[in-house]
């Protein structure tokens, strides 16, 4: 069975670029997270999809963060424009619906010079 | 407010030296403890769910248990090989699909 699967894998971008990540789910999978992994810490939460729709954002800096899943399937974040503190690796999980297990991508390593 | 702490921040094990990672929580009703695994360069790798106090899962070297505050993940007789961060996460009735992970025990397994 195919894993999570995201890229690119590693990006570095001038502060005030924009970016954007993109991910593909284990098929069958309906729930979709984006996680940022800042260096030393765990992951936090950015935003959770049930299929095409937001279940949770309430932690995603909307000023400047964007996600969507528009046919349920895979997704993209987006950042618009990069900040120095947003260096972090940016993880994309998926699980059945009501599924307590998460399945992990290798994340993207974002670097903002 | 919902709360994970892992320690130590990092451990350091001789080939064969059994030892023992901690994760304290604060929920306000625990849905499930999560325990994953995390190499470099990858992405968390799912070891262990833990739902109830007194429960208990092992998988090779590696056992988890649980009590109404922390987890434990005992490692016994570590090989090289299981040297990684060690991430542990809770999953609350009250927070949707939202895992709130703790820092990380980092894991060094010398032979």
């Known amino acids: 069975e195919a894993g999570v699967a995201q890229s690119p894998r590693y990006k570095i971008i001038e502060k005030r670029q924009s970016v954007a990540f993109w991910c593909n789910p284990i098929?069958?999978?309906?729930?979709l997270y984006w996680y940022q992994q800042i260096l030393g810490q765990g992951p936090k939460l950015l935003i959770q999809?049930?299929?095409?729709?937001?279940?949770?954002d309430s932690q995603l800096p909307k000023d400047r963060f964007s996600a969507e899943r528009l046919k349920g399937v895979d997704s993209t974040l987006k950042i618009q424009p990069a900040k120095l503190e947003d260096s972090a690796v940016y993880l994309c999980?998926?699980?059945?619906?009501?599924?307590?297990?998460?399945?992990f991508g290798p994340g993207t390593r974002l670097t903002v010079l | 407010e919902d709360q994970v702490t892992q320690s130590p921040e990092a451990l350091r094990l001789q080939e064969g030296e059994s030892s023992s990672l901690n994760c304290s929580y604060t929920?306000?009703?625990?849905?499930?403890l999560f325990w994953y695994r995390q190499d470099p360069g990858k992405g968390p790798e799912f070891l262990f769910t833990?739902?109830?106090a007194g429960e208990e899962k092992e998988k090779e070297r590696l056992k988890a248990t649980l009590t109404k505050k922390e987890s434990f993940l005992h490692i016994t007789a570590p090989k090289p090989e299981d040297s990684a961060t060690y991430l542990c996460?809770?999953?609350?009735?009250?927070?949707?699909?939202?895992?709130?992970f703790g820092q990380g025990t980092e894991l060094s397994v010398k032979p």
């Open positions: 929920v306000s009703g625990l849905r499930g």
């Open positions: 996460a809770v999953h609350a009735w009250n927070q949707g699909g939202k895992l709130i």
């Open positions: 999980a998926s699980s059945f619906v009501g599924g307590n297990e998460q399945f």
């Open positions: 098929s069958g999978h309906a729930t």
């Open positions: 833990l739902y109830s």
């Open positions: 999809f049930q299929n095409n729709g937001v279940v949770d």
